[in-house]
């Protein structure tokens, strides 16, 4: 079955760096775009990054632009996000994410937390 599992949380400064790890298993990692996702405390589950699996094309939410990287590992079967210049507002679980024919799956998500 499909299986995601993040790893890299934790707790930050602001201006800190943070790399998440999403390692993949159940599906063909290589036929799938492959997105972050992030919610915080209150607020609705949101959209972060996103890489296409053939031309490893990326795009990103506004805020986290020239801030945040994701990249895949198509042979670890791993998906990453470096974090830089972490901000409190970036305060979240993050979540790792693949849709297979129409159906999201989603990690157990894992804690970022930015504060002074």
């Known amino acids: 079955q499909v299986q995601l599992v993040e790893s890299g949380g934790g707790f930050v400064q602001p201006g800190g760096s943070l790399r998440l790890s999403c390692a993949a298993s159940?599906?063909?990692?290589?036929?799938?775009?492959m997105k972050w996702y992030r919610q915080a405390p209150g607020k609705a589950r949101e959209f972060v990054a996103q890489?296409?699996?053939?031309?490893?094309?990326?795009r990103y939410m506004e805020s986290v632009k020239g801030r945040f990287t994701i990249s895949r590992d198509d042979a670890e079967k791993t998906v990453a996000l470096q974090m830089n210049d972490l901000k409190p507002e970036d305060t979240a679980v993050y979540y790792c994410n693949v849709r297979i024919v129409g159906i999201d799956y989603w990690g157990q998500g894992t804690q970022v937390t930015v504060s002074s």
């Open positions: 159940g599906f063909t990692f290589t036929d799938h775009f």
């Open positions: 890489i296409t699996n053939r031309d490893r094309r990326t």
